[in-house]
């Protein structure tokens, strides 16, 4: 018998079963993972099992190959700051679906999971949370392999004036590099490295560009997968907010 034992952040349950539920976490070491919770969908369980919620997981299977059983426990949930709060609960769907959807299975990715429960603990704090977002959106991208290089223009090496981003190559390029070329490239609004206005308006075309890698390069690395239709609904959500 195979055994480990974790803390994780839930991402999605399903039906198994008449009273089973087969659910997917996301762990420091075991990265994304699922397993069987045997009677998941009764009284006492199924009020743990709520996405985004933070569990201490023990995962039992005859092979590692199988797709074996948990026994959890309740650390915290995160139900209660979504609830009424259409930002909180747009973002708590987002940030599941898209990991659901995005992270290699029993890989390990302990930095953007350490990013991930940071971001989810902010959760109902509507004044920060689109900046943080933004940043995981940022470190999703570079731990996946389509980190952004906005250090310095792709064409010139400077690192002024930088104000768009190349489709094609994921780096900087200036203003005065960019020329007749500027309606083809994405924009790079300062909040993207860190500098100037971190509005919602601006935090909302960063977004822009950061969603055009994440279905452009990462999805279709995935074979071809579909953005969850949960970022489009947390972009409204930013965009609905008043500043």
């Not at 074996?68 to 679906?97: H, K, Q, W, Y």
Request: proline residues 5%; charged residues 20%; hydrophobic residues 45%.
């Amino acid at each position: 018998m195979i055994t480990w034992q974790d803390e994780a952040a839930l991402l999605s349950t399903r039906a198994f079963g008449e009273t089973s539920l087969i659910i997917e976490v996301f762990s420091a070491t075991h990265g994304r993972h699922a397993g069987v919770v045997r009677g998941g969908t009764s009284r006492k369980v199924a009020p743990i099992l709520q996405p985004g919620a933070q569990l201490a997981v023990t995962w039992k299977a005859r092979l590692d190959s199988h797709l074996g059983t948990f026994i959890v426990e309740p650390i915290r949930s995160r139900a209660s700051a979504a609830m009424g709060d259409r930002l909180a609960l747009a973002g708590l769907n987002a940030v599941c679906a898209i990991l659901s959807n995005v992270l290699p299975e029993r890989e390990e990715h302990g930095a953007l999971y350490d990013r991930t429960i940071a971001l989810l603990d902010l959760l109902g704090q509507g004044d920060v949370w689109p900046l943080a977002y933004l940043r995981w959106e940022q470190a999703l991208l570079d731990e996946m392999g389509f980190g952004l290089d906005l250090s310095r223009c792709a064409v010139r090496g400077v690192n002024e004036d930088l104000a768009f981003v190349s489709p094609r190559t994921g780096r900087a390029v200036s203003r005065d590099a960019a020329g007749e070329w500027a309606n083809r490239l994405l924009p790079l609004p300062p909040v993207l490295v860190g500098r100037g206005d971190a509005s919602n308006d601006q935090i909302l075309m960063a977004l822009t560009t950061t969603g055009y890698f994440i279905e452009q390069r990462l999805m279709r690395s995935l074979g071809d997968k579909p953005v969850p239709a949960a970022r489009a609904r947390l972009l409204d959500a930013i965009a609905r907010q008043v500043d």
